[in-house]
C-alpha cells in the first residue's frame, strides 16, 4: 500500500498549522510572537497551550510527556512522566498544565558536568525551547528543551547554539541595516546535515564484540573486494536496503522532517540520507531523531545501521555534511551572489567575514569536528584533512584576487568588472566543483562544512561557525560605522580589499589529500592538528574563551567544563576499545586459531604416517607437510605476538586506570591513550589480522568484513 506523504508529512508534529487549529487566536499569536521575539512565555498562555498540545498527543495514542534533551553525551536524553493525575474517587484524569510545558527538573547528577556542579548540586533544569515543535514518538509527547545545571550553566549542546543564533543575527542585522536594509529584523542560520551510514545483517553483527561495545570492526582483514571498482556509488539500490530506506522515510516524515535524498555511497553497504536545510536548530533537532530512528527500523529488518565514522578499515568512513547558510527573516539567501553590484559587494561582505574568521579560528572549527571516531577518518582517502582551509571555486576566487590587485576581472562570457566603479558581475550559481578534499567549501550559495563525523551532534560546529562569524561581522560593523555616507562605499570596498590580503592564507583550491598541501600549509602558517587530543586543548586559548564570553556563548566555567568532559569521553571510548580488544584476543580469537592449529597437526600426523608406512603395492610415496609445517610455525609466532601485545595492551589499560584514580591531568591521560595504547592496539590489530587470512574459515571465530559488507 503506497504512502500518502501530503497527509503523513508532519502528522506527529505539534507544528504551526495544529497550534493556529487547536489554539484560540489570542493565543496563538501570543505564542507566535514570544517565539519570534525570544522573550519568556506567560504561563496564562503556556495553560492554554498545555491543554491543547496534551489534547492532541493523546489523539495520538501518548500517555506520557518527557522533556527531550540534548546533554553532552553527544545523544539525546528523556525522563517519561505519564499524563495521569488521581482523583478522590480512586479514577484518575489526564492532566498537563503550562508550568510543566516550560519547566523541568530531572536529575542532572550522572549527565556529564566536567566539575559544573558537585554532588548536592545534582538536580538539572529543563526548559521549553518554542522554536523547535513538540512531536510524539513511541506514544510519548516529547518537548525539546535546554538543560542547565543548578547554577544556571548550560549543561547541554541545545543552549550554546541557540545563543549562538542569536550574536549571528544580531550583528547580520547591523551590517544590513549598513546596507540600508531597514525592514530585516532577524536573520538565522539554516543547516542541512547529509548523513551517511552503514547497514549490515543484524545476525552477524550480534557475533562481533566490537560492533556492538564499540561500533566499530577493531579486527578484520580486507575482503578481496572493496570500493575499488566504484560499482556501490549511485548504484541500484538493493531490494532489502530499499524496503529499510523506504520505512525509514514514512517514519522521518510523519516527524516533519525533511527526507529528501537517498543513495548508495562509496563503500560497499554505505548509504546516505539528505535533508532539505531548514534552521539551525531545528535540522539539529531532527538530525538527532533521525539517527534514533535508523536505528530503529533497521531492527524492524533485521539489519543494524552503523553511525561510527569509520566501522571498517580499507574502506571509506562516514561523515555527516554540514551545509550552512544565512538567510533573512524576509526569506533572502545572504550568500546567494544576487544580480545587481548591491546585492554583489553586500554577498562578498558576508563571504570574506567568513573566510576571515576559518582562517582566525581555524583551532576551533577543528575541535568542534574532534571525537575519538573522526580521527580514524579525518586525512584518509575519503575525507577532508584536519587542516582547515576554505574552497572557494575558480570565479569566486578570481573575483577576490581582481579585488585584492584592483585589476578588471573577465569571468564568464563577457562579464567584466572594474574594482573603479565598484561594480561586480553576476557570479554564476553553482560553478564551484564541489571539492570532496576540502573541509569547508562554498557550493553556490551555502559553505559546506565536510569534516562532520557520522555519530556526532552537530550542534558543537554550528555553534562555533555562527559565533566566528558573528565576532567578524561586530568587527566589520563596528569599522564600517565609522565611516559617512559618502565615504561608506570606499570604506567598503578597502574593508574587503584588506581582509583578502590578510586571510587569504585559507583559501585553498587544489587536493587537500596530497602531502604537498601538508607541505604548503605549513609554509602558510595554517594549524595541522590530526588527533582529537591536539585540538582539545585549544579550547584554553585565551583569545577563544575571550571570544565566547563577548558574545554569551559560554562563561570561562562553560568552556573548561567542555575541555575536560570531551577529553574525558575521549579516554573512556578508547579505554572501552582496549578492553574489548582484549577481551577477543584471549576468549575467542586465540583459542579459535589454537583449534586451527591442532587441525594442521593432525593433518602432518597423518602425512607423514603415510611416508612411513607406504601404499598397498608397497610402493613408497612420499607425502610432504610443508603447508601445514609453514602455517603452524606462521600462526604459532603471531600467536604468541597477539598475546604478547593483548598483555601488553591490559596492563598500560589498568596504568591508565591507575592515574585516573590518582586525579591524574586529563590531557595527560588522553595523550598516554593516544601515544601509548593506541598504537599497542594497533600492534595486536596487525598479528590478528594476519592470522584472519590465514586462519580457515570454519575456524575463525568472527564474520569476515566480505561476510559484514556484502551479505546483504
Known amino acids: 500500500m503506497k504512502s500518502n506523504v501530503p497527509e503523513i508529512f508532519g502528522s506527529m508534529v505539534f507544528n504551526d498549522a495544529i497550534m493556529r487549529e487547536k489554539l484560540p487566536k489570542d493565543v496563538y499569536r501570543s505564542l507566535k510572537k ?15 497551550v498545555a491543554i491543547a498540545m496534551k489534547d492532541w498527543a493523546i489523539e495520538k495514542g501518548a500517555t506520557h510527556f518527557t522533556h527531550w534533551f540534548q546533554p553532552m553525551t553527544g545523544v539525546t536524553a528523556e525522563k517519561h512522566d505519564s499524563f495521569i493525575s488521581p482523583q478522590n474517587d480512586g479514577r484518575v484524569i489526564m492532566e498537563f498544565s503550562g508550568k510543566e510545558l516550560i519547566k523541568g527538573e530531572p536529575d542532572a547528577s550522572s549527565f556529564p558536568s566536567g566539575g559544573l556542579r558537585a554532588t548536592f548540586e545534582a538536580r538539572g533544569y529543563t526548559a521549553w525551547d518554542p522554536t523547535s515543535y513538540a512531536f510524539v514518538k513511541d506514544d510519548v509527547l516529547c518537548i525539546p528543551t535546554a538543560f542547565c545545571s543548578y547554577g544556571g550553566e548550560a549543561l547541554d549542546k541545545k543552549t550554546p547554539l541557540l545563543r549562538s543564533m542569536e550574536t549571528l543575527s544580531e ?17 538565522v542560520t539554516t543547516v542541512g546535515p547529509e548523513q551517511e551510514y552503514f547497514l549490515v545483517d543484524r545476525a552477524l553483527y550480534q557475533k562481533r564484540k566490537d560492533l556492538i561495545y564499540c561500533g566499530r570492526t577493531l579486527f578484520g582483514a580486507r575482503a578481496p573486494k572493496g570500493q575499488e571498482l566504484d560499482d556501490h556509488y549511485f548504484g541500484a539500490i538493493k531490494p532489502r536496503v530499499q524496503a529499510y530506506m523506504k520505512e525509514l522515510n514514512e517514519e522521518l516524515w510523519k516527524l516533519g522532517i525533511l527526507s529528501k535524498t537517498e543513495h548508495n555511497e562509496a563503500a560497499p553497504a554505505q548509504h546516505e540520507m539528505a535533508p ?20 530503529k527500523v533497521a531492527k524492524r529488518h533485521d539489519l543494524v545501521c552503523l553511525l561510527h565514522e569509520k566501522p571498517f578499515d580499507g574502506v571509506n568512513g562516514s561523515g555527516k555534511h554540514n551545509n550552512w547558510s544565512m538567510v533573512t527573516d524576509q526569506g533572502v539567501n545572504l550568500l546567494e551572489p544576487g544580480k545587481s553590484p548591491y546585492e554583489n559587494v553586500q554577498f562578498l561582505l558576508f563571504v570574506v567575514a567568513i ?30 584533512p584536519a587542516i582547515m582551509s576554505v574552497y572557494l571555486g575558480d570565479d569566486l576566487e578570481a573575483i577576490l ?8 576581472y573577465s569571468g564568464h562570457g563577457t562579464s567584466k568588472m572594474d574594482i573603479g566603479v565598484h561594480v561586480l558581475p553576476k557570479l554564476p550559481k553553482d560553478t564551484t566543483d564541489r571539492n570532496r578534499t576540502s573541509p569547508f567549501a562554498f557550493t553556490g550559495n551555502k559553505f559546506e562544512f565536510r569534516s562532520c563525523g557520522s555519530s556526532m551532534s552537530v550542534s558543537g560546529p554550528n555553534t562555533i561557525l555562527n559565533t566566528i562569524v558573528a565576532e567578524e561581522l561586530r568587527i566589520f560593523a563596528d569599522e564600517l560605522s565609522e565611516a559617512g555616507e559618502e565615504e ?24 587537500g589529500y596530497s602531502r604537498d598541501w601538508e607541505r604548503e600549509a605549513e609554509k602558510r602558517g595554517l594549524l595541522n592538528l590530526p588527533t582529537t587530543v591536539d585540538a582539545l586543548p585549544m579550547y584554553l586559548e585565551s583569545k577563544n574563551i575571550e571570544l565566547f564570553k563577548r558574545h554569551r556563548i559560554f562563561t570561562e566555567i562553560e568552556v573548561r567544563s567542555r575541555y575536560e568532559i570531551e577529553l574525558e569521553a575521549y579516554s573512556k571510548l578508547i579505554h572501552i576499545e582496549g578492553l574489548t580488544a582484549v577481551d577477543m584476543t584471549k576468549k575467542e580469537i586465540l583459542p579459535a586459531v589454537n583449534k586451527y592449529i591442532l587441525q594442521l597437526a593432525e593433518c602432518a600426523r597423518i602425512k607423514e604416517q603415510l611416508n612411513t608406512g607406504g601404499n598397498r603395492t ?27 601485545h593483548a598483555n601488553r595492551l591490559e596492563e598500560m589499560l589498568n596504568e591508565a586506570t591507575g592515574l585516573e584514580r590518582e586525579g591524574e591531568d586529563k590531557l595527560k591521560i588522553a595523550v598516554f591513550y593516544k601515544d601509548q595504547i593506541i598504537p599497542t592496539m594497533q600492534e595486536l590489530r596487525v598479528c590478528i589480522d594476519t592470522m584472519e587470512s590465514n586462519t580457515s574459515r570454519e575456524c575463525w571465530p568472527l564474520p569476515s568484513y566480505g561476510e559484514l559488507l556484502f551479505s546483504i
Open 618 to 644: 608397497g610402493e613408497k610415496k612420499t607425502y610432504p607437510s610443508v603447508l601445514e609445517s609453514e602455517l603452524i610455525f606462521l600462526l604459532s609466532e603471531l600467536e604468541d605476538k597477539a598475546y604478547i
Open 34 to 48: 514570544t517565539i519570534e521575539d525570544g522573550r519568556d512565555l506567560d504561563i496564562a498562555v503556556a495553560n492554554v
Open 276 to 295: 532539505i536545510y531548514d534552521t539551525a536548530n531545528i535540522a539539529i533537532d531532527h538530525n538527532q531523531i533521525t539517527m534514533e530512528v535508523m536505528k
Open 355 to 384: 573566510i576571515k574568521a576559518v582562517d582566525e579560528y581555524q583551532d576551533l572549527l577543528r575541535l568542534s569536528i574532534a571525537s575519538a571516531g573522526n580521527d580514524h577518518r579525518l586525512g584518509a582517502a575519503e575525507a577532508p
Open 488 to 511: 561608506f562605499t570606499d570604506a567598503l570596498y578597502d574593508l574587503i580589499r584588506k581582509t583578502i590580503r590578510e586571510h587569504k592564507r585559507i583559501i585553498f583550491n587544489g587536493d
Open 171 to 187: 550583528q547580520a542585522v547591523r551590517i544590513l541595516r549598513l546596507f540600508g536594509n531597514k525592514e530585516v529584523k532577524r536573520v
Open 401 to 408: 584576487k581582481s579585488i585584492e590587485s584592483g585589476m578588471s
